[in-house]
């Protein structure tokens, strides 16, 4: 059934594209020779890709780095989740402003900046040596999260201004891939550098990523966007409120929107697993801590989310209703993973859980992600994806906390992780129903 405003598939969106070819036939996305073709035709996207990628890995050493640092001064469930939490509460509030400031300013200097502000924060992490000093990790992470606030709705925006229509799901899928990919290797390699060199040098192998990726991203020659909407006359325009009301406008209006923007949140209800991931390989497993076994759980699951949209594009085909299919069906194959996961004996029972829990995990950000960005015009999309943003990292936040908390409260971790694996059934059953009800509908 079709939504009043939502596009088809195939039909263009109101944005700045790299060129005409959007009439040329999609490459197919499951074919790895389409990848190879879609970088050398767009030297533009190839560069983004390529700052994406730098960025990426890094990331992943500050993560690994960071857990092992608060689990040797603190020894605390809570302490990594009040980490991950202090990483998501600031777009649950600022994304709202950083979506109306990636739809007037340039995406590619917000970008930028972003880059360069966050190379002083990481090095700050040098300076926490005592468990006294544990609250600057906190702080730290709000403000390294406050900046990513900025970057991130300006960066999925700016994907389909610098490629053709056909090239969105290609783009999607190599961009999933790509972080899943520099999860399993940042993961992987940062818990090794970290164990035999010290969370210090992961720390500036982080700052250095950063200043890389600003690099490679100064050289891209962005298309000129024609922004929209009125002068500013009022305190209102001024402020971003005006833009802001609008975008919810937009919203509300097209139904179809709404519920695609539902689609990441419905994972968050259960996100706390990512908390687990930590608990289970450095304490509940005998891996020898100092990062490794935290290391390894966190690489396969950049594994199973390279993998997971390209096994469903193959399985399910690439058309919108088989998207729609693909996000109800993984919720359940996410539920299903983290079941047996609660009950691995050991790390090598528990590696293929994680690999096959976030291949549906990864099904749906890349297909949410892209329906979206077909369906979403560039003068709403800034906002559209930063309130998705913000609605995701506030629930995953309070699924964060509640997960230490129930940790630190003597609540054993498979006991734990079976809580959070149920909880994915309530956004399956939720699409199954929407699924359901279109069909009755459409029929």
């Known amino acids: 059934m079709e939504k009043r405003g939502v596009s088809k598939p195939g039909q263009k969106t109101a944005s700045v594209r790299s060129s005409d070819s959007g009439s040329r036939p999609s490459l197919p996305v499951i074919d790895p020779r389409s990848y190879l073709i879609f970088l050398k035709e767009n030297p533009r996207y190839r560069s983004f890709w390529l700052s994406g990628v730098i960025s990426q890995i890094g990331n992943w050493f500050n993560y690994i780095a960071i857990f092992v640092l608060l689990t040797k001064l603190t020894g605390s469930g809570m302490a ?31 970008m930028i900046v ?12 040098l300076f926490v040596k005592k468990p006294e000093h544990v609250w600057l990790v906190y702080f730290l992470a709000l403000v390294q999260e406050s900046i990513w606030t900025f970057y991130d709705p300006a960066r999925r925006a700016s994907v389909p201004n610098i490629c053709a229509s056909h090239e969105l799901h290609l783009a999607n899928a190599l961009s999933g891939a790509t972080w899943s990919v520099m999860l399993a290797l940042g993961a ?12 210090e040098t992961a720390i500036i192998v982080d700052a250095a990523s950063f200043v890389i990726s600003a690099s490679i991203m100064a050289r891209i020659d962005f298309p000129e966007r024609k922004v929209t909407g009125r002068v500013a006359s009022t305190w209102k325009d001024l ?23 539902l689609v990441k949140s419905g994972w968050a209800l259960g996100g706390g697993v990512l908390v687990l991931l930590t608990v289970f390989g450095e304490q509940v497993f005998t891996t020898g801590g100092h990062g490794v076994g935290s290391g390894i759980l966190y690489s396969f699951r950049g594994v199973g989310a390279a993998l997971g949209p390209l096994l469903a594009w193959h399985i399910l ?41 976030h291949l549906g995990g990864s099904t749906q950000w890349v297909f949410s992600t892209t329906l979206l960005q077909e369906s979403v015009p560039d003068q709403f999309r800034g906002r559209v994806f930063a309130a998705e943003m913000a609605m995701l990292t506030f629930i995953l936040s309070l699924s964060t906390y509640f997960t230490g908390m129930a940790l630190d409260a003597g609540s054993h971790p498979r006991v734990v992780a079976t809580r959070l694996a149920l909880i994915f059934l309530l956004p399956g059953a939720f699409w199954g129903l929407y699924l359901w009800i279109g069909r009755r509908v459409k029929g």
């Open 317 to 357: 085909g690439e058309s919108r209703n088989a998207m729609y299919r693909g996000i109800c069906f993984s919720y359940f194959v996410v539920c299903a993973a983290y079941m047996a996961f609660a009950r691995a004996p050991g790390i090598l029972w528990a590696i293929p859980c994680v690999f096959i829990g």
């Open 80 to 110: 990594v989740s009040w980490f991950l939490i202090a990483k998501f509460i600031p777009t649950s509030f600022l994304a709202p402003a950083a979506g109306v400031v990636a739809d007037r300013f340039s995406r590619k200097s917000i």
């Open 114 to 125: 972003s880059d360069l502000l966050r190379v002083g924060v990481v090095l700050c992490f």
């Open 188 to 199: 992987a390699m940062g818990g090794f550098v970290t164990h035999w060199f010290g969370w």
């Open 239 to 261: 402020t971003g409120i005006t833009a802001l009301w609008e975008g919810v406008r937009y919203v509300i209006h097209h139904r179809e929107v709404a519920v695609l923007l």
